[in-house]
């Protein structure tokens, strides 16, 4: 749950997150154009003094391997890892570029972005496109500046001239046209490159992780038998990971992450050393390989342990709902006034197209995918930015769902760019990301969805259940639907004696076949009007189905 | 028997108001620094504490909120340990040194008597039903809880002219110096028996929070127990 930066915004990295070691992924793309990007080690005076901390396709590491580049993963188009804590002195800033390989101006982008992820999230995100450029030919991006400490500023400034203009804005010499090949660089030899930056190459050579040939791992710029694999294997991001829709909430925890983008080998406590000075960079934590050998998990469960969102906040970096925040506040130096207060409750950073805020609380960015929500009628809680909302009929299965029950699900629709906030009456808030699978939902509690997901509406009579009838709304395609359950719910494998009372069932995969059992109960007499005969559904289904159960029966 | 519930002892205090777990505020009492606070709130006090309900200090500032009734804040006094609470809603503990913040009448749960206050009609938004639209503004050297129907969220409007919208319902606190207007936003299409369900909303802009709770229940339950 990024934070969010726009063109000229600068935060200190510390207030990002507490780790040094950060990734930084870039995402620019264009119709038929290829784009070189770059980080440029800059020293005090905005000077490249030394060509070793330019690093490019063909310069991957800088010599202490504080700037690595790891190639396209994750949806990056680039990534990078910055060591903060390892950069050397001289180097005042880091500047990430972008230049355009060929013809075409930087107008012609499609929406991209700059993030930071660091700890497995990701933690800032500067998104940007290609209205906000003309014919430039290369762009900075943002910078990574010492002032005191580490910042991030959030650049977006183009550059009508291509890579070697930036080169000669740095002061760096372009050895030949279009071929920025470092000068200090003798031995960069062409398209195989055997970067061995002179200092530190060799010791650092070897260690190919064991894991290192990861059939997910898209790929690194250069061929990974050359060089010094670059330490963390991108790990298949979660969204690469089947969706198994069953994160709706890992017991107990009630908060399910949202599918973060972020690359997963980040799940490590930022604070892992990578070996200080000339060590080499041999001993992997030990969860740069577990990680990615789990694809099949769930993306919920292939989360690190603390909650995405509130981790970044380090005072605060507790399980939402537990006990008692109070304690921070005791100490009244520890943060007066209504801001220092209120930091706890503070908005989570964007990013992402559906965000948990909190758990009772979700954010969709509209923005973002550019498709339509559709929500529960007066569950906007707030929302920023021009956000238009209107009437969405439930259509004619909606209208049985209402004749039948007499409770219409009154939809409506938000369009337009910005965020909403979306929340009702203080109950539980699940995302669920769909790849393609399909899941059943009670239709009382949806909350929200894609306007990408088909839904149908599915009847399941039997005798005894209210209103003659239980209504589920049956969602499938690729998009995230929003499930609202009253407490904290449980999610139950199908085995084949799995039941549930029909008042508290709130969601099933699809694949799971419904039987309603009613039991009679000779107690006829427990409670004025109780008929004595309760009714539950029994689940059946292959392993892998599940169904979702709340604390409350409506 | 006692050994599950050792838990819940109260801390030690450290401070004027503190949280006792998410839902109870806990307030150390002090002789000449008393506290006002919502009427029916108070759920348990050790100590010599006094409760003097629509106090003439009160009635003086908040005449005119909610017409017709008594200003929904009582005066407590005396030393000791005051334990408030609103029907399990979420507390939230505000240190303002110096600071103001302009909340909600339903919202309010107490705040130190010597604090600047005063109760204020939000400006433009005299059609909106019921209880949203009185407002206590605050500030001063002291402390303030609020009361959120689930944990809120703060929003930072962030200044210039972006607007942020918010349901009125939901709506918990906002700093003062936010400029606030309501907004219609249902079409025409909407006006002929199809609403969105949000048929208006307020907006804030300038610089400044807006505190917002996961609810849309503003039921004042603290008001309708009476």
Known sequence: MPREFQRGHKAKISDLTVGTDLYVGVQITAPGLTFDISCFGLDADERLSDDRYFVFFNQPKSPEESIQLLGPQAGDTESFRITLDRIPPQIHKLSFTATLDGAGQMSQIRPGYLRIVAGGEEVARYAFSGAEFTTERAVMLGDFYLKDVWRFAAVGQGFDGGLDALLKNFGGEVAEEEAPAAPAQPQAGGAAPAFAPPAFGAPSAPAPAPHQPQPAAQGFAAPPGATPPPAPAPAPSVHGAPTIIAPLAPPGGGHVPPPAPAPAPYGQPPQQPYGQGPAPTVPMPPGYGQQPQAPQAPPGYGQPAPPPGYGQQPPFGQVPGQQGYGVPQGAPQGGAGVAAALQQFKETPTGQRWTQQNKKLIRVDLGMGGQPVLARQGSMVLYQGKVDFSYKGAGFAGRIVGGATGQEMQLMRCTGQGQVFLAENATHVHPIELQGDAICVSAENVLAFDESLQYEVRRIEGHGIPGGALFTMQFQGTGTIVVKTHGTPVVLPVTPTTFADCNAVVAWSAAAQVVVSSQVRMRRNAYPGDTGESVNLQFRGAPGNFIVVQPYEV | ?226
């Open chain 2, 1 to 226: 028997m006692n050994q599950p519930l050792a838990g819940y002892a109260p801390a030690p205090v450290t401070a004027r108001m503190e949280n006792h777990g998410d839902h109870m505020l806990k307030v150390a009492m002090q002789t000449g620094n008393d506290l006002f606070a919502r009427v029916g709130s108070m759920v348990a006090y050790e100590g010599f504490v006094q409760y003097e309900p629509n106090p003439p200090a009160v009635r003086q500032i908040a005449r005119d909120w909610m017409t017709g009734e008594g200003a929904p804040l009582m005066k407590c006094t005396g030393d000791g340990l005051l334990y408030l609470a609103d029907y399990g809603a979420n507390v939230v503990v505000i240190n303002l040194n110096g600071d103001g913040i302009s909340v909600n009448a339903t919202n309010l749960l107490a705040f130190d008597a010597h604090l600047t206050w005063g109760v204020e009609r939000v400006k433009g938004l005299a059609k909106f039903a019921g209880q949203g639209l009185w407002n206590t503004k605050i500030s001063g050297q002291g402390w303030v809880a609020l009361t959120s129907r689930g944990k809120p969220i703060v929003v930072d409007c962030g200044g210039g002219e972006d607007e942020t919208y918010v349901d009125p319902d939901a709506l918990v606190a906002w700093s003062p110096n936010l400029k606030v207007k309501g907004k219609r936003s249902f079409k025409a299409q909407s006006l002929i028996g199809r609403g969105s369900g949000e048929a208006y909303q307020m907006a804030f802009s300038g610089q400044g929070i807006v505190v917002v709770q996961p609810s849309e229940d503003s039921t004042d339950r603290l008001r309708v127990r009476g």
